[in-house]
């Protein structure tokens, strides 16, 4: 994108989130939903396609764009991006990389106004952190697959229009693994009820249960068996350094909250910011942070020259997601008993950033994969 374009997009975003979306947090956590005021404007300002190609409708922004977009996003509260979030990431980008120029027109135009909503189907119980062992079947029957099964967690689902579903059509481990788009009217396609979760009211997951399902062939992804695994691999990679950029705004946006907290309360008459034990706590916050926003930076430029696609992102994530949780933590230490009080920013941003390290592959996932890459590049 045109770099004074995107300067207005990134001012208008930013603007934005701090004059509409932060003051209505409370309301997000109350109502456990994103008011549909918010959800129109974001809809106006491409927020829904941000990530998608501007011939589909998407605004086409870089990695190092959306990381950019992504921090400022990240300074409010998570399910305000969650809304948009798999119509750009994990599940539009399938679409994007491996679908037909037919699947493309059908869907991305949609994705990218916000009048549809994509959601990404791997997670399996038993299938998880490996998603070589899903067990949904896809049954080629004459011009139709048919599809059964069970996922869980899968977010966005109870909005979705159209589920990105990985489904095993072979026995080879990987490329066993085929992904079909399932429009969620179809006769046997069940959407449970949204998931009672720890943090991020106002975003939601479910499990979707697929009970014989009759997709026509042309909804095989690309139309072609077995790109499954690598599809999903590929989405997940991008959405890690996007996830990573959604920590560093959140990350920066608790130390303002800290760093106000500090400044403003008092005990035996002075500021807690006067004790130079919160002076360190708000010192190694800043500087994890600060660490966490090179990194993703870096990263962003380096993914778009091609130059490292897989480490650099499985980096961030688990940096970012690990320090942005360090960071509420000491947040709370910061505001004493009151950081522990429903209502408070830090309290509720301290549940929210929980699962930055389960989701789109866990700590422990992301160590495999850095190792591997590792010992890879020595052998
Ligand atoms: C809020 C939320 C939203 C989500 N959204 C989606 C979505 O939209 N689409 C989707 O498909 N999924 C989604 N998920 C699922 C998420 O990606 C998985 O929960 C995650 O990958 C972990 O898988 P699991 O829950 O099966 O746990 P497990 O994989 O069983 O992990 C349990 C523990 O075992 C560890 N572990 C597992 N395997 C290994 C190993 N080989 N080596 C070392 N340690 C290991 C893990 O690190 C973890 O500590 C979402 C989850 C949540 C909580």
């Known amino acids: 994108m045109d770099p004074n374009v995107f300067d207005d997009v990134l001012r208008t ?22 008011p549909e005021r918010l959800r129109a404007t974001a809809a106006d300002m491409g927020l829904f396609g941000f990530a998608l190609p501007e011939e589909h409708g998407g605004l086409g922004l870089s990695m190092s764009e959306d990381v950019r977009l992504a921090m400022e996003l990240g300074h409010t509260v998570p399910a305000f991006r969650s809304m ?26 949609r994705l990218a106004a916000g009048e549809a909503i994509a959601s990404f189907a791997l997670t399996e119980d038993g299938a998880g952190s490996d998603p070589s062992s899903v067990r949904t079947k896809a049954v080629r029957d004459g011009e139709h697959y048919v599809l059964s099964g069970a996922k869980r967690f899968i977010t966005n689902a109870p909005h979705a229009d159209v589920l990105v579903v990985f489904a095993r059509t072979g026995e080879d481990v990987h490329g066993g693994i085929s992904v079909f788009l399932v429009e969620t009217g179809l006769d046997g396609v069940r959407i449970g009820p949204p998931n009672a979760k720890m943090g991020q009211a106002g975003a939601h997951t479910a499990e979707v249960f697929f009970d014989d399902v009759r997709v026509p062939a042309s909804a095989l992804v690309g139309g072609q068996e077995g790109t499954g695994f690598t599809a999903a691999m590929s989405s997940l990679t991008r959405g890690r350094l996007h996830i990573a950029a959604i920590c560093v705004g959140l990350a920066g946006r608790i130390v303002e909250e800290s760093v106000r907290f500090a400044a403003e309360a008092e005990q035996g008459g002075k500021p807690i910011s006067r004790f130079q034990l919160v002076q360190a706590l708000l010192a190694e916050s800043q500087a994890e942070y600060y660490a966490g926003r090179s990194m993703v930076l870096e990263a962003a430029r380096e993914y778009d020259s091609g130059a490292d696609t897989r480490l650099a992102p499985s980096c961030a994530k688990l940096f970012c997601s690990e320090m942005v949780s360090r960071v509420a933590d000491r947040a709370v230490q910061v505001h004493g008993g009151s950081g522990y009080m429903r209502g408070v920013p830090v309290e509720r941003f301290y549940r929210d950033s929980r699962v930055f390290r389960i989701y789109e592959g866990t700590s422990e996932i992301q160590k495999l994969i850095i190792a591997k890459q590792l010992l890879r590049q020595f052998a």
């Open 84 to 109: 948009f979030g798999t119509n750009n990431g994990i599940a539009g980008q399938v679409i994007v990389k491996y679908g037909t120029e037919e699947q493309k027109q059908r869907w991305l135009p």
């Open 13 to 34: 975003v930013r603007d934005f989130v701090r004059d509409e979306v932060v003051p209505a947090e409370d309301e997000i956590e109350r109502t456990d939903a994103i």
